[in-house]
Nanobody, 115 residues
Framework: QVQLVESGGGLVQAGGSLRLSCAAS????????MAWYRQAPGKQRELVAR???????YDADSVKGRFTISRDNAKNTVYLQMNSLKSEDTAVYYC?????????WGQGTQVTVSS
């Protein structure tokens, strides 16, 4: 079992920055990759960024060059640094962990970008 707790969401003006954090606990040794997803009202949940246990990263085209995913193994935490935020980035952001074929999710944190 893996438990995930997100923090760092909030309201920001367009062009601003936020940093999301996801603290993991539980069976950390089993985690293959961690990721950030988001879901805007009326839309499907989509992958934003992903980082593997070997620190290989993937960014969705919509956030490439603006968002950066990173991890601090000592703190068991994954971050999503979001810069140059746009109104279309408004969504609930979810932390995800893939571990031995299972998917674990955090409770989500709201990010609202005002234009």
């Amino acid at each position: 079992q893996v438990q995930l707790v997100e923090s760092g969401g909030g309201l920001v003006q367009a062009g601003g920055s936020l940093r999301l954090s996801c603290a993991a606990s539980g069976s950390l040794f089993s985690i293959n990759a961690m990721a950030w997803y988001r879901q805007a009202p009326g839309k499907q949940r989509e992958l934003v960024a992903r980082i593997t246990d070997r620190s290989s990263t993937y960014d969705a085209d919509s956030v490439k060059g603006r968002f950066t995913i990173s991890r601090d193994n000592a703190k068991n935490t994954v971050y999503l640094q979001m810069n140059s935020l746009k109104s279309e980035d408004t969504a609930v952001y979810y932390c995800n962990a893939s571990a031995r074929g299972y998917e674990y999710w955090g409770q989500g944190t709201q990010v609202t970008v005002s234009s």
